[in-house]
């Protein structure tokens, strides 16, 4: 057993170390510490000694709302669009949270710096062509938010990358049925039937001329 360490007294950031308490359910030793704020707060004494905690969640608070008064841009469409990158990876009780980081989908540690994150984040943004009409999207919708696996992508290109489309191969070209919808000029719902309901090749689904209903109206007629 470690030697017992009293901390008694001491300070930690804006914590006072009031006394000893209950130990933590993995049978951590805890501290009931004043904070310079006036609240009161149970902490496990690694995190006191180690520096991880210096207040009781005031300082948290004041950081976050320093950052958004310092960019002034907390009220705009790229501060929720990071926002909201966050919770969709961080917060358990988001709604989004089972696609994202229930998946083990993280953001980078630069976008989540206390406080430059925003910053870095913004940054980035400008310098990749981000503009209020494009949401921010994963190249590898299995990797994580940083970096070298995002674009600003319209939602043409965001629906083309989502992880449930059906990706098909023909003549060495992979696209989703919308892709070749574009490039053949043939009706995506035409396509989707041919490929996944009919008994059609791929190749056939794809090169089968449509048959446009006035000619097919005039020629039985």
């Known amino acids: 057993m470690g030697k017992y360490v009293d901390l008694t007294g001491q300070r930690f950031g804006r914590l006072i170390v009031i006394k000893r308490t ?41 950081q976050a709302k320093m950052v958004n008064t310092k960019h002034g841009m907390r ?5 929720k669009t990071w926002n909201s990158m966050k919770q ?33 984040f913004y940054d980035w943004s400008m310098n990749n062509g981000y503009q209020d009409n494009l949401t921010i999207d994963r190249i590898d919708v299995n990797g994580n938010y940083e970096p070298s696996n995002c674009r600003w992508a319209n939602m043409k290109q965001q629906s083309n990358n989502r992880r449930d489309n059906h990706n098909i191969t023909y003549n060495n070209e992979t696209h989703t049925i919308a892709e070749w919808s574009e490039i053949l000029n ?36």
């Open 22 to 62: 209950d130990n933590s359910k993995d049978n951590r030793a805890k501290w009931l510490c004043k904070c310079d704020c006036g609240n009161e707060k149970n902490i496990v004494g690694k995190s006191l000694r180690k520096m991880k905690t210096q207040s009781c969640g005031c300082l948290q608070k004041e």
């Open 75 to 79: 009220y705009t469409k790229l501060n």
């Open 88 to 120: 969709r990876c961080n917060n358990s009780n988001c709604k989004q949270y089972k696609n994202y980081g229930g998946r083990g989908i993280k953001v980078c540690d630069e976008w989540l710096d206390k406080e430059n994150g925003f910053i870095n």
């Open 186 to 221: 043939i009706n995506r719902y035409t396509l989707y039937y041919r490929i996944n309901k009919s008994n059609m090749s791929i190749e056939e689904a794809l090169t089968k001329k449509v048959r446009k209903w006035r000619e097919h109206n005039e020629n039985t007629n």
